[in-house]
């Protein structure tokens, strides 16, 4: 109990004192799956990481169109201010070396023009569609991760909330324990059957709880505090859940490196981007490819000295064709992009490994750690009883005169401490499997 209380009881007490007023504010009971729906809601993490999955959508869709036809139309009018001219020579004296400028068109010129592209072979074209089906596994991956994370916060606000008030509940009964002891040993002093030293023996312990109890109040209100602004709702929470846990199955647990290897958003993200890079290393392979494109142009254009639009001549013209690019030299760059994209598929291969070898440990630590929070707890419930059956026999003997009040502080102090302990082993526990889910990726 001390270790739970006296490391914040400063702080505690400067921040959470300013929140009494929060008590008037309307309380919302909720159950640990209701906190966490309601998180994934309206936390804007979450949030964002489903919008970038409705954006790579829309990339999709955009590289798409890129194996489409582009089609293009124009409309072009022009004043000639001075016209354009072409020179004849001199007919009447062809050696005389003259020439004679001859104005061509007209004042007004308009046109009109259609133009369609469409590739009919091109590397990076087809990479890029591809490219983008794989970024939105990415995203998709990503909502995976972050909805995990979400969870594993609201869980640990959830069960550290759940501990406040237990840590709230053990000590309000032992400080119930100690006014009732005290108010026994005063009695007992006035009619003489106990030392006044023993009767301020007491009134100095039960006086030194009180604070004890205001910290562990106010334990409750950060724990509030911490949920409230995890799941993002104005109530105060008020957990509906008990203070408890299903043991999860060992070979469940024997399970788990492998489940984590398989389903961890955070590796399956990892290895969509090492898909990714090995895309990007397609594309600049792509420059070594030809490509080819297939082109088509429809035109109209009339000139006119005046703007009597019914009256003009419309001339048509069209053709078609196709464009070969073939890449000869480039400078060798396109060998130094190649070598670059290389390089980042074979970081990224490492990075995996190395992001596998960190979750392998994380799962192992984390099993560790529920199998010694739940022994932990077995060991304390036993000792409750114990604890409980002591401070009472502690107490009947000093009340028969057999005992010494030394006996029954001990003794209490046994109890809360197995209390203390109890609870802190259960919350060990739930944040531990809490951990363990989320590292193997079953924590949704």
């Not at 009695?187 to 109890?213: C, T």
């Not at 984590?260 to 990892?270: G, V």
């Not at 010694?372 to 003997?397: F, N």
Request: glycine letters at 6%.
């Amino acid at each position: 109990m001390n270790r739970y209380l006296t490391g914040t009881a400063v702080l505690l007490t400067a921040v959470l004192l300013s929140a009494r007023p929060a008590m008037s504010q309307p309380v919302r009971q909720l159950t640990l799956q209701e906190a966490i729906a309601l998180a994934l809601e309206k936390n804007p993490t979450f949030q964002i990481a489903k919008a970038d999955v409705e954006k790579s959508e829309s990339q999709i869709r955009e590289a798409y169109g890129l194996a489409m036809p582009t089609i293009e139309g124009s409309l072009q009018y022009t004043r000639n201010l001075k016209k354009p001219v072409f020179f004849l020579p001199d007919f009447n004296n062809p050696n005389s070396g003259k020439v004679t400028p001859i104005e061509i068109g007209s004042n007004n010129s308009y046109t009109a023009s259609l133009s369609l592209t469409q590739a009919l072979f091109s590397k990076t074209v087809g990479t890029a569609l591809e490219v983008a089906e794989v970024y939105q596994d990415y995203t998709t991956e990503g909502v995976s991760a972050s909805r995990s994370q979400t969870i594993l916060d609201v869980k640990k606000a959830y069960y550290g909330l759940l501990l406040a008030r237990r840590m709230q509940t053990v000590i309000g009964k032992v400080y119930q324990l100690t006014e009732a002891n005290y108010q026994n040993v005063k009695a007992m002093y006035e009619q003489g059957l106990a030392s006044e030293f023993d009767q301020l023996r007491m009134s100095v312990q039960l006086a030194n709880m009180k604070p004890s109890v205001v910290q562990a109040e106010n334990g409750v209100r950060l724990a509030e505090l911490n949920l409230k602004n995890t799941i993002g709702i104005q109530e105060t929470p008020v957990p509906a859940d008990d203070f408890d846990f299903a043991v999860l199955p060992d070979d469940q647990i024997q399970r788990g490196e492998d489940a984590a290897i398989q389903l961890n958003p955070t590796i399956r993200q990892l290895q969509f981007q090492k898909t990714l890079l090995e895309k990007n290393k397609e594309i600049k392979e792509a420059g070594y490819w030809p490509s080819l494109y297939g082109f088509g142009t429809w035109q109209t254009q009339t000139q006119s000295e005046d703007f009597k639009f019914g009256s003009y001549t419309w001339v048509e013209s069209a053709y078609i064709g196709l464009n070969l690019s073939i890449p000869i030299f480039s400078g060798f760059q396109t060998t130094a992009q190649v070598e670059q994209a290389d390089l980042e598929v074979r970081k990224m291969d490492l990075t995996i490994s190395q992001v596998q070898k960190t979750i392998t440990l994380g799962v192992r630590n984390a099993a560790l750690k529920m199998s010694e929070a739940r022994e932990r707890v077995e060991a304390q419930q036993a000792a409750i009883g114990q604890a409980e059956k002591a401070l009472s026999i502690a107490e009947i003997r000093f009340k028969s005169g057999v005992g010494m009040q030394l006996e029954v502080l001990d003794a209490q102090v046994a109890l809360s401490q197995t209390l203390t302990n109890h609870a802190q082993a259960v919350y060990d526990y739930l944040v531990a499997r809490a951990d363990w889910e989320q590292l193997v990726g079953t924590g949704k």
